[in-house]
């Protein structure tokens, strides 16, 4: 199983980003799919899950009506989209499959 993210950078407070997550060695279209972060000194949280053919999302409450997951089973690849970005926003952004597998994350930073 491998998982790739990229997207993140440096962001001002109310910008937007788009992280990507590639995903191989594993039937990509019949899982769920999560988005985790962690923010520097604090633990990892979950942010988002998608089903495997996206007909439900769940939000952590933090994220909700400003961050969107999606996934596009053609491509292997898991999305998160992030709009109104506050600084506590700022963390390493995870995806997640199979519950144990993870990509290597990557930064997002909010910052004025």
């Known amino acids: 199983v491998q998982l790739v993210e990229s997207g993140g950078g440096l962001v001002q407070p109310g910008g937007s980003l788009r992280l990507s997550c590639s995903a191989s060695?594993?039937?990509?279209?019949?899982?769920?799919m999560r988005w985790f972060r962690q923010a520097p000194g604090k633990a990892r949280e979950w942010v988002a899950t998608?089903?495997?053919?996206?007909?439900?999302?769940y939000y952590a409450d933090s994220v909700k009506g400003r961050f969107s997951i999606s996934r596009d089973n053609a491509r292997n690849t898991l999305y998160l989209q992030m709009n109104s970005l506050k600084s506590e926003d700022t963390a390493v952004y995870y995806c997640?499959?199979?519950?144990?597998?993870w990509g290597q994350g990557t930064q997002v930073t909010v910052s004025s």
């Open positions: 998608i089903t495997s053919s996206s007909s439900t999302t």
């Open positions: 060695g594993f039937t990509f279209s019949i899982q769920p």
């Open positions: 997640n499959a199979l519950e144990s597998y």
